[in-house]
């Protein structure tokens, strides 16, 4: 089945600095990568996604970029601000099903 | 307009007892998800169901987990004969249809089992 490793587990940056999260994935089927933010005592909420047909994604200061060759997917955070102090987690689908595989998620931490 | 509902939102359980868990999805959202989240880790997939089709359970960790989903609206997890290992953060997730794989989560039940 599909396996999503996920790193670093903790990220502590400066206020202003920019964050990277990477994440691999195993299964080339997989076709649909989004990443979620959840803030304590909350549940997850989507931050942005990218799909297999596309290189990279921008929303603002957030960023995602897919190598498909690679298996590998990136969280970009650039001007990082202490409201983006949270768990990040990545997730890949899994190929033919409606189901998500999670990565172990990042503690990011941006210090004022 | 409220989000997907769980209740509830913690429940301290001793070992060997039942526990029901609920969630209200957000009204008119076809498709529903239970997720477990242990202390560090990821989010472990669970069950889904989608509208009126059987649902795929392959994620529950043993027999003693069951869901159900009633009318395709509220959906419960029941664990019977609770363990200490199943103190967890359960979490529902909906999605508005088949083909929006946008999930919304609700904020979970803290579950402790002493």
């Known amino acids: 089945g599909e396996n999503v490793e996920q790193h670093p587990s903790t990220l502590s940056v400066q206020e202003g600095d920019s964050a990277v999260i990477k994440c691999t994935y195993s299964?080339?089927?997989?076709?649909?990568f989004p990443w979620y933010k959840q803030e304590l005592g909350k549940g997850p909420q989507l931050i942005i996604d990218?799909?297999?047909?596309?290189g990279e994604k921008k929303d603002q200061r957030i960023a995602v970029t897919l190598n498909k060759t690679a298996k590998h997917f990136s969280l970009h955070i650039t001007e990082t601000q202490p409201e983006d102090s949270a768990v990040y987690f990545c997730a890949a689908s899994m190929g033919g099903s409606e189901k998500l595989v999670f990565g172990k998620g990042t503690k990011l931490t941006v210090n004022p | 307009g409220a989000g997907v509902s769980q209740s509830p939102s913690n429940k301290v359980t001793e070992k060997g007892k039942d526990v029901e868990l609920r969630c209200d999805p957000i009204?008119?959202?076809?498709?529903l998800y239970w997720y477990r989240q242990s202390l560090g880790q990821g989010l472990e997939f669970l069950i889904y169901f989608q509208g009126n089709s059987a649902p795929d359970k392959s994620g529950l960790p043993s027999d003693r987990f069951s869901a159900e989903r009633t009318g395709g609206s509220v959906s419960t997890l029941t664990i019977q004969r609770t363990q200490q290992e199943d103190s967890a953060v359960y979490l529902c997730?909906?999605?508005?249809?088949?083909?929006?794989?946008?999930?919304?989560f609700g904020s979970g039940t803290q579950l402790s089992v002493l």
């Open positions: 997730a909906t999605r508005p249809t088949a083909t929006n794989e946008k999930l919304f």
């Open positions: 299964d080339s089927a997989s076709n649909y």
């Open positions: 990218i799909r297999s047909n596309v």
């Open positions: 009204s008119g959202h076809t498709a």
